[in-house]
């Protein structure tokens, strides 16, 4: 497996609260995602990077930032969360742009369950 | 804005039987088509199409894209216990835009 972990794996808070969730690799791929998983919607990205501060926005960014300081690190922050955050929050990685058609795979980490109450 | 349909939503089979999963799409500026295997958590990378007719093989999966029926169908030959997973679809736009489906879940019996 690829070496990919998510902290935290699960988290319960309020609304209104500032949450960042945390992406790690070891494989020094160049490319990372942030995707957010819903019954009814399947994958949707949220963000991605291609690069050490070189971020650009997914399908449904609104309400998200990321930062990217260090090549194995992606952080997602929701700045104050809402209910319709609660999500299965997957981080991934590619070591070519997947989202250009890159021959490379895209390895998953193992998710964060997030609820907002 | 790009849509993705999978099909059938869910499946129950036997072990040792054929089954085709079906991904159709919506796309403007269509680039590339991946399926993933979803067991407990993450996705897991099984094919990525670009060229229409080519199959992709891997074992006892097979996928084809047809850019002419904006469809691609995934095939698994002698279905195994081990099969048992969501299978997921995502297109992939000229903007660099990735669009998933919403899944097949498919359950083998043994």
């Known amino acids: 497996d690829a070496g990919i972990t998510q902290s935290p794996r699960h988290k319960v808070t309020e609304t209104g609260t500032p949450v960042t969730l945390r992406c790690h690799q070891t494989e020094n791929h160049r490319y990372m995602y942030w995707y957010r998983q819903d019954p009814g919607h399947g994958l949707r990205l949220i963000h991605y990077s291609y690069g050490v501060k070189d971020t650009d926005k997914g399908e449904v960014s609104d309400g998200y930032s990321v930062s990217r300081s260090k090549t194995e690190d992606f952080l997602l922050t929701l700045e104050s969360a809402t209910s319709s955050q609660t999500s299965v929050y997957f981080c991934?990685?590619?070591?070519?742009?997947?989202?250009?058609?890159?021959?490379?795979?895209?390895?998953f980490g193992p998710g964060t369950r997030l609820t907002v109450l | 804005e790009d849509k993705v349909v999978q099909s059938p939503l869910s499946l129950v089979v036997h072990e040792g039987d054929t089954v085709t999963l079906n991904c159709s799409y919506e796309?403007?500026?269509?680039?590339?088509l991946l399926w993933y295997k979803q067991e407990k958590k993450a996705p897991t990378f099984l094919f990525m199409l670009t060229s229409s007719g080519i199959e992709k093989k891997s074992g006892r999966l097979s996928s084809i894209l047809d850019k002419k029926e904006l469809s691609s169908i995934l095939n698994i030959t002698a279905t195994q216990t081990g099969d048992s997973a969501i299978y997921l679809c995502?297109?992939?736009?000229?903007?660099?835009?990735?669009?998933f489906g919403g899944g097949t879940r498919l359950m083998v019996k043994p």
């Open positions: 995502a297109v992939i736009n000229a903007g660099n835009m990735l669009t």
């Open positions: 796309v403007t500026n269509f680039r590339s």
């Open positions: 991934a990685i590619s070591e070519s742009m997947v989202l250009a058609g890159g021959p490379n795979e895209q390895f």
